[in-house]
């Protein structure tokens, strides 16, 4: 069993059937959900395996603890965060988000449990926009908690990972996050061997995830490899 | 009191489910003093009172206090019983627990009148000897303590008409006796008339100038004292009619 | 209260107290109708009340969303004629807070109402009372314990308002985040500190009103 980030909802999937196919492979079961929900679970002596989050805190969180492996930690690819709305909607960026129109909200998660909502406090923290917006952003429970608030046009606008809006007709990119502000966006596992599995085998599907065999597929579902954004 | 008669009544009303109501067809008057209704329980006598009172809609006929329709079924009349001005002291007496005494008699009066020193409130209290009790608490009452308040409560609106229902029903022989006279003396006093139930032969005699006799939910006679000499006969034996004061005014 | 640590209480005492007021007047009503009424469709009018207490409240949330929502026939109409926006506000965790109080108010102050002596009201009808100071005079006084219990009952029922809160008021820290989102949140981060602080006031809140509520239901039964 792996717990992973809701962010990887939709590469996990491809990547575990290319594992599966090999002849040699374990099943892997995935559960989603808020990095730290899930960190929560682990601590809380869930059967997991392993883990894999989109923000190292988490992971380095349960290291600390003895909860997970510190030797099986590794950076498998990287991310963007980026500023969406409804197609449609006003045009706005992360320098311009304080002039959020009147009665519209910004769509983030929730920065103690959500990595996307901690990247997006540390850029509007950054560009000094935190505190005025106090009171006009929503919390979203998970990073896709976040989005369906734009998708559902409840929103003017929402932060969440460039991989998250890939192939969506009804939400566009306003803005990504770059420059020496922007965070940088990592997905990090680690092994914490309390679940059914096995270590064993939960290093050797992580081991899967970081190999070259599986960049094309992190690749194709818009991921940075772990070295260069 | 003008030409009006007092009370006439004359109805049918209905209660309970649907597939077995039970049905109460009732017909009385009164021109002035008191209306002894006469009956087993169960014969109907509460539920005619109720619907004088009001607080029953009838399903036909029509009901005048003092010469003023109260309800008319053709006429699609039905006055409500806060705007009757007719009294009602129910079968258990039903003082209002989270008030005193003064206040149990002073509660229909207007708000400026709600006082144990008002002469309405004082009068009453005076009248039916309960100034010792003035502050008290009903449940710190005697049986025979609360119908008087209960009546002084009834009066102190001046009602045109007076309904008693089974008032002195709970209350030991003794005692019964002595509030006859306090009722008689007080109706008489305030020239108020009414109507009172009763199942008990000796208070109907002792109390009423006129008796209507009810069997299984329909008055069946009315008429003068003498309707309850069978009843009567019954309760002491042979007809020896010496001790029973009629009360003939 | 611009405390963020504090803000989540002052808001939450708010948003109970004015879901309360806005419950009280049609409670004590619907309670009286359904005590002291029998008429066509009264099941259903019952059904419909206890309805919020047996749903999820995500399926109140839900129906709050989809009827109030910014796409919602409803919202869109309020939003249309009036400029109202509802959702993602403090009003909204009014409302979903309202549509839990309410049955709680009436469920409990309802047999309380119906244990009122018939005698007792028909004196007071017949001293000259209308309804309405027939009900302030004579039914309330009598069954006041059972008025309180149910007020403290809803109150609390409001102030513990989560599921439909969160997805109808959603989490908005300084303007929506009640104690009980502050809560989950707060768990979710792993923040124990910042989410027993709120826990320790709901749970000594609550503790508080069940004595009460069970202390005047039992004065009831006494009597």
């Keep these: ?91 706005l960026t992360w320098q311009t988000l304080t002039r959020l129109p009147e009665g519209e909200l910004l769509a983030v998660g929730d920065p103690g449990a959500v990595p996307a909502g901690h990247y997006a406090r540390q850029v509007l923290q950054r560009l000094g926009s935190w505190e005025a917006l106090q009171g006009r952003m929503i919390f979203g429970g998970d990073v896709s908690a976040t989005l369906a608030y734009v998708r559902r046009g409840e929103v003017a606008a929402a932060a969440v990972y460039q991989t998250d809006v890939r192939g969506l007709e009804d939400v566009v990119v306003l803005d990504v996050a770059r420059g020496e502000w922007a965070p940088r966006v990592e997905v990090v596992m680690a092994v914490t061997g309390q679940g059914p599995g096995g270590e064993g085998a939960a290093r050797k599907f992580l081991l899967f995830l970081a190999s070259p065999e599986a960049r094309p597929t992190w690749r194709r579902f818009g991921f940075g490899d772990p070295s260069h954004p | 009191m003008s030409e009006a008669l007092a009370l006439e009544a004359d109805f049918r009303v209905s209660v309970g489910a649907r597939s077995s109501p039970f049905e109460v067809t009732a017909k009385l008057s009164l021109d002035r003093g008191v209306l002894a209704v006469f009956g087993p329980s169960g014969s109907g006598k509460s539920l005619t009172l109720q619907v004088i009172a009001g607080l029953l809609r009838p399903q036909s006929g029509r009901i005048r206090v003092g010469g003023e329709p109260l309800s008319d079924s053709e006429a699609k009349l039905q006055v409500p019983p806060h705007r009757r001005r007719v009294g009602y002291v129910p079968q258990h007496h039903a003082l209002f627990p989270f008030c005193s005494v003064w206040r149990n008699v002073a509660f229909g009066l207007p708000r400026g009148e709600r006082r144990p020193d008002h002469p309405v409130v004082a009068g009453l209290l005076h009248e039916l000897g309960l100034e010792h009790l003035t502050h008290a608490m009903p449940e710190r009452l005697s049986g025979g303590e609360r119908q008087r308040v209960a009546l002084a409560r009834a009066l102190a609106v001046r009602p045109r008409l007076l309904l008693l229902d089974e008032p002195f029903n709970s209350i030991d022989l003794a005692g019964r006796r002595e509030l006859w006279g306090v009722l008689r003396a007080t109706l008489a006093r305030h020239q108020t008339p009414a109507v009172f139930v009763t199942h008990d032969p000796l208070e109907a005699a002792a109390l009423a100038e006129r008796v209507v006799l009810f069997e299984r939910g329909r008055s069946t006679r009315s008429g003068g004292p003498e309707l309850l000499e069978p009843a009567l006969e019954l309760v002491r034996g042979p007809p020896q009619s010496s001790g029973i004061d009629t009360h003939g005014s | 209260m611009n405390d963020p640590v504090l803000f989540p209480i002052g808001l939450s005492l708010q948003v109970a107290t004015l879901a309360l007021a806005a419950v009280v007047v049609p409670g004590v009503a619907l309670a009286w109708l359904q005590a002291r009424r029998r008429y066509p469709g009264w099941s259903l009018v019952e059904g419909l009340i206890l309805l919020p207490m047996v749903l999820p409240p995500s399926v109140i949330g839900y129906f709050l969303v989809v009827g109030l929502g910014r796409n919602g026939a409803l919202g869109r109409l309020l939003e249309d004629t009036l400029g109202l926006r509802l959702i993602f506000t403090p009003a909204a965790a009014v409302l979903a807070s309202c549509v839990v109080a309410l049955p709680m108010l009436v469920k409990t102050l309802q047999p309380a109402l119906a244990q009122v002596p018939r005698e007792l009201e028909a004196a007071g009808r017949t001293l000259g009372l209308g309804p309405l100071a027939l009900f302030f005079r004579v039914t309330l006084p009598v069954a006041w314990r059972g008025l309180v219990a149910a007020l403290v009952l809803a109150f609390a029922r409001a102030l513990g308002e989560f599921g439909a809160t969160l997805m109808f008021a959603g989490n908005i820290p300084g303007r929506t985040n009640t104690m009980p989102l502050e809560i989950f949140s707060a768990y979710q981060a792993g923040d124990d500190g910042r989410a027993l602080l709120y826990v320790v006031t709901l749970t000594v809140a609550s503790l508080a009103v069940a004595l009460l509520a069970s202390v005047l239901s039992g004065y009831r039964e006494r009597r």
């Design chain 1, 1 to 91: 069993m792996v717990a992973a980030a809701a962010s990887l909802n939709q590469v996990l999937p491809a990547l575990v059937e290319q594992y599966r196919a090999r002849a040699d492979a374990p099943r892997v079961i995935v559960s989603y959900g808020p990095s730290g929900g899930l960190r929560q679970q682990v601590e809380g002596g869930a059967p997991i395996d392993a883990v894999l989050f989109a923000h190292a805190a988490p992971v380095d969180q349960l290291i600390g603890r003895g909860l997970a492996r510190a030797d099986s930690r590794a950076v498998v690819a990287t991310n963007q965060l980026v500023l969406v709305g409804p197609r449609g909607g006003p045009p």
